[in-house]
């Protein structure tokens, strides 16, 4: 397994003058060593040095550094990975159905690498760990960045991962409030260096004259390009896009794949990508190509015309009526053994590609001595823990901050629906009052009193009802949280406190209160409850609405499907109506049924309820209340239990959120015990690091 850094104990000095941000985001930081490593004291303090003083050395000669290159304080910015295996979920431990079987590769910068393959779950695999978005708990292997092996510093401070399917703040925001917000989650700095700094980004990625157009009026090809110009805010010294030319037409692609190569040679950068089918001009672009067959290497090296050469020098056959890429492609079509153009030259095997690739002299020359360094790279304990690693010297904002920064964009993204959502809560408090009114109505005889049972019924249905879209929302958000999550944007609790903040206390514990009373000033006559009534009735709504919420954010957290999460919510409720007390009059049920309904939140709302609204009228109603076997004293009880249960599914719904992970693959549901494995690794990671109390985003642990 790929080794974690250790927790930095040293800082380099934070009183060097630091480089503009729009001109060079890349300086010094803290070094990474084990907290009980004293004997290397004199080295660190050595290498503290030895970096502040390349930082004032860098700083006295910015001037010569206008091109925007990513300088590193010690060797060069080059991504090894050596001997990279990775199983596919849910096979046999005995058996090799492995998604990569020991990948070797160099990632150099300045140039333009693509990684090509028959099959998509392959080559997505590499790009993820190359991305560092995979864990290494996941994987066997080797990788390192500049001599170091990596830790988690490596996917928030090097690597700029920019996915197919974009990640914004919001689709409803403009390009420039969505770089603003990326900006801000990340470092702070002042309110004309963020101008800058999204002034140049526009600028590099062309999308200047739409810096006012919201994400959703964009082309494809812009969308593009605003993922790859959020993944640039922070200088990246490795950008990795997945599936550039996805979904474009010719042009498009082509303007995309001069982009990344304008980035690797003009910028310096390491860029990665991920490609399906190029078009021979696309893949003209190109500096080195990685070729994959099934899980196998078949191919590092130079791409263009060199890489069709190597295969041809091992005796296979490329029809000129096929494109280079296409022989490519069908060479390394992993439902076949091998390839051939007509079925009559030899073919073979990935296994045997991989075994003539590591013989040949583009192996020895290529890959080999890089791999060897690997090797000293990751079994020298002090190079791996001490050596100075490659950090920005700004500091993130705190963790109030963020929290402030997403509840500002969430209001700006429902802002632009605003009376929308005005019309909404209007109508909600309306269909309620005029169902108070009905409630009103009622007279004292059976008749009035099954009426009254029946509204409270459908009041407690509604709030749940209204409630089942929590979890298909969280499902749908979930790929824009793991993004920002891996990327240091913020945290697993920071994106929890936001979710309970707006979704539960704003719009479902204040928002209809403030509305209800509004409604109500002036025409208090039009229900006829006691203040006293209507109050707790309001006071119970809130609770049970709490409650319902908190169910279906908990389901919202550990379903990875929207449909199968509606479904187990649907299932429940209707398991809550049964035993609630209205169909089913559980009083003269089996003694075993007694235990079910301590379950179900509807019976606590429904009881509580209908004491309030019932137990000071008439007779009958009492003697109804009686009846169903309901108690006077369990009135606030109830809601003593929901708010209890509320809580406790809000926190478990936190252990969710903390045991989630990017999907490498389509995979089967993860059991019990692998959620709460991860969860608690997750967590501690998080503790560890809070405890640390560092300022630089790249050592956060989501």
């Known amino acids: 397994m790929s080794a974690k850094c250790g927790s930095p104990t040293g800082r380099i000095d934070k009183s060097v003058h630091s480089l503009a941000f729009h001109s060079c985001l890349s300086e010094s930081g803290p070094i990474d060593d084990d907290d009980d490593d004293d004997e290397d004291e004199v080295e660190r303090n050595t290498l503290i040095a030895s970096a502040n003083a390349a930082l004032w050395a860098r700083n006295q000669n910015h001037s010569m550094h206008s091109n925007g290159l990513t300088d590193t304080v010690m060797g060069a910015s080059t991504v090894i990975f050596k001997n990279i295996t990775i199983r596919k979920p849910g096979t046999n431990p005995e058996s090799n159905d492995n998604l990569l079987t020991n990948v070797s590769g160099v990632l150099q910068p300045g140039k333009l690498t693509a990684i090509l393959g028959s099959n998509d779950l392959e080559v997505s695999a590499l790009l993820n760990i190359v991305a560092g978005a995979v864990s290494d708990q996941e994987y066997t292997g080797h990788l390192a960045f500049a001599r170091r092996q990596i830790g988690s510093w490596y996917r928030r401070s090097i690597v700029g991962f920019a996915l197919q399917r974009g990640v914004y703040c919001s689709k409803l925001l403009t390009v420039r409030q969505n770089l603003m917000f990326v900006l801000q989650l990340h470092i702070q700095i002042s309110s004309a260096e963020q101008d800058q700094t999204v002034d140049r980004v526009l600028e590099m990625v062309h999308l200047k004259p739409d810096e006012r157009k919201k994400i959703i009026e964009l082309s494809a090809e812009s969308k593009l390009r605003m993922t790859i110009a959020q993944e640039l805010l922070l200088d990246p010294s490795v950008i990795v896009v997945e599936a550039p030319t996805s979904g474009l037409g010719y ?84 439902d076949e053994v091998g390839w051939s153009t007509a079925g009559e030259e030899p073919r073979m095997s990935a296994a045997a590609l991989d075994l003539a690739y590591s013989q040949s002299p583009e192996y020895q020359s290529l890959l080999a001595p890089y791999l060897i360094d690997i090797d000293t790279i990751c079994s020298n304990r002090h190079t791996i823990h001490t050596d100075v690693d490659i950090y920005h010297s700004y500091q993130v904002p705190s963790e109030l901050s963020r929290i402030l920064i997403l509840l500002k964009s969430i209001v700006l993204r429902h802002w632009v629906y605003k009376w929308w959502h005005v019309l909404r809560w209007i109508s909600t408090v309306g269909i309620l009052l005029l169902i108070g009114k009905l409630y009103s109505m009622q007279s004292t005889n059976q008749a009035g009193l099954q009426n009254k049972v029946g509204i409270i019924f459908f009041v407690i249905v509604l709030l749940m009802l209204m409630n089942i879209p929590t979890a298909a929302s969280l499902i749908r958000h979930r790929p824009v949280f793991l993004h920002h999550r891996g990327s240091g944007s913020y945290t697993t609790p920071t994106y929890w406190t936001v979710t309970i903040l707006w979704e539960l206390i704003f719009i479902r514990m204040i928002i209809p209160p403030i509305v209800a009373v509004l409604l109500t000033a002036g025409m208090y006559w039009f229900i006829t409850f006691e203040q006293d009534q209507l109050t707790d009735l309001l006071v119970m709504i809130l609770i049970a609405q709490s409650s319902f919420y908190a169910l279906s954010f908990c389901v919202g957290c550990y379903w990875n499907s929207t449909s199968s999460a509606n479904t187990v919510l649907q299932a429940i409720f209707a398991f809550f109506i049964m035993t609630g007390g209205f169909l089913i009059n559980t009083k003269y ?60 599914l809000l926190l478990a719904g936190l252990v969710g959120l903390f045991s989630l992970r990017p999907p490498l693959v389509v995979t089967k549901s993860p059991s019990v015990w692998q959620v709460l494995t991860r969860a608690v690794r997750n967590i501690i990671g998080y503790l560890r690091e809070k405890k640390s109390n560092n300022v630089d985003r790249y050592q956060q642990i989501p």
């Open 589 to 648: 049920m089996p003694s075993w049924f007694s235990w079910i309904e301590k379950f179900s939140f509807f019976r606590y709302t429904y009881e509580s309820i209908l004491i309030n609204m019932l137990s000071d009228t008439d007779e009958d109603s009492k003697t109804y209340i009686s009846d169903q076997g309901f108690h006077e004293d369990n009135k606030w009880k109830n809601m003593y239990i929901l708010l209890g249960i509320a809580i406790g």
């Open 251 to 334: 042009q498009s692609s082509l303007r995309i794949m001069r982009l990344l190569k304008g980035l690797a040679e003009n910028k310096g950068k390491t860029v990665v990508v991920s490609l399906s089918q190029p078009r021979w001009a696309v893949y003209n672009l190109l500096d080195n190509l990685i070729l994959l067959h099934g899980s196998h290497l078949a191919y590092f090296g130079k791409a263009g015309e060199h890489a069709i050469e190597y295969f041809q020098s091992q005796g296979m056959v490329w029809n000129r009526h096929y494109t280079p890429t296409d022989f490519l492609l069908q060479l390394c079509d992993s």
